[in-house]
């Protein structure tokens, strides 16, 4: 967007003039013995306890309630590759949503490269600052190495919300959905189209939590991923080793015959024609945004329960349901990492939240809801302690 077309009186632009947030002080400023405690000399005793026991910065510094949000600029939202310094304003928002609804402070790392060593590299020389490391906004396939090589190297909590947030939430929704319509997820066919970040996490996450991966067909824009595709490499081979047990091949129209639910995370159009030959009774989550892979209207003719990623429409499945919680209970508990198990309960956490007044416009809570963090939080931290990753 150029300057042109910048109006200053747009209420975007004027909420976004000078920024969304600042650091402010916790303490008192306002005598010289408040200056000597924060500041000089005091602060050199902290500081030598500290290289004394390094455990002591969660007690005596901000590390255990900050993360990073980090970003490359290289998948904004719908924008695609604009960059860092244009993806400032999303991570900015990303950090008021962190505190507003998890009272976690976060800090906008937008970094000008693209390149997984050099990410890796300036993500691990940062991290003695930060007690979590969320990850937002990389593209894939790199996206993948780039947390993967963290989580190995940090003993930090490290969160690609663009998977797992969208999963997690994905997760809880059609917990919500099958339990409404009398259904089991083990018996659920599924077909989810795209193999992104988002594709591969929800299908590792859906099977985590109780569907069949059998009954999974994954497609990508090429068609079904399954064992014909040799060209297959990475994430999207692993797919095709652990779904589509029918040996499907074909577009989405074939991997939706029969199915009971469709979960779109590609932001390709699906046909009318093609979701009209879903098994009755169905589940549509058509989550590209702003424009749905099925329009919600169109979906509803021929299924049960529809959700978007949409604020307009019921059923959102929103990332804010997930993230600030899961950062929350990590923190609280001192977790080292985030694990499958952790999740899951969160995803148990947010469907639970609304489970007992479910309808077919209703299965997720809001995202404004306040019960949702502290529910997914205290899920969060006793499934970190069972794992036996919490060091509180």
């Not at 949000?69 to 928002?93: H, K, Q, Y």
């Not at 949503?97 to 050099?118: I, M, N, R, S, W």
């Amino acid at each position: 967007m150029s300057s042109s077309t910048v109006d200053p009186a747009d209420p975007v632009f004027l909420l976004h003039r000078g920024g969304k947030m600042a650091v402010t002080s916790t303490v008192p400023l306002t005598s010289r013995e408040d200056l000597s405690l924060a500041y000089t000399p005091g602060v050199a005793r902290v500081c030598e306890a500290i290289a004394a026991d390094p455990a002591l910065v969660d007690e005596y510094t901000w590390v255990s309630h900050t993360v990073a949000v980090v970003t490359d600029g290289s998948a904004v939202l719908g924008l695609g590759n604009i960059g860092p310094r244009a993806a400032l304003p999303v991570m900015e928002g990303k950090a008021v949503l962190f505190k507003q609804f998890a009272g976690v402070d976060a800090v906008p790392v937008c970094l000008d490269t693209q390149d997984v060593d050099e990410i890796v590299a300036v993500v691990r020389a940062l991290a003695p600052s930060f007690g979590g490391i969320n990850l937002e906004d990389i593209s894939a396939p790199r996206c993948f190495e780039v947390e993967r090589r963290l989580d190995e190297a940090l003993d930090i909590p490290v969160f690609h919300d663009d998977q797992h947030g969208t999963a997690i939430v994905v997760l809880a929704a059609l917990r919500n959905a099958a339990t409404l319509l009398n259904r089991k997820l083990g018996d659920l066919r599924v077909a989810v189209s795209g193999a992104g970040a988002a594709g591969v996490a929800v299908t590792k996450m859906l099977v985590a939590g109780g569907v069949n991966p059998d009954q999974v067909v994954v497609c990508d824009s090429k068609g079904i991923i399954g064992r014909h595709r040799t060209e297959l490499t990475g994430t999207k081979a692993e797919l095709a080793a652990s779904t589509n047990a029918d040996g499907r091949h074909g577009d989405i129209t074939e991997a939706l015959r029969g199915a009971d639910v469709l979960i779109g995370v590609s932001g390709g159009q699906i046909p009318e024609a093609a979701v009209a030959g879903m098994a009755p009774g169905g589940i549509v989550f058509a989550l590209a945004n702003p424009t749905p892979e099925v329009h919600p209207e169109v979906a509803a003719r021929h299924v049960a329960v529809v959700a978007t990623g949409r604020s307009d429409y019921p059923n959102q499945i929103n990332n804010v349901l997930a993230f600030p919680g899961v950062f929350r209970g990590a923190l609280d508990a001192g977790a080292t990492r985030i694990t499958e198990a952790m999740k899951v309960a969160a995803a148990d956490a947010i469907a639970g939240v609304v489970v007992e007044s479910l309808t077919a416009d209703a299965i997720v809570p809001s995202p404004l809801d306040p019960r949702v963090a502290p529910a997914v939080a205290e899920a969060v931290a006793e499934a970190a302690r069972r794992d036996g990753v919490a060091r509180r």
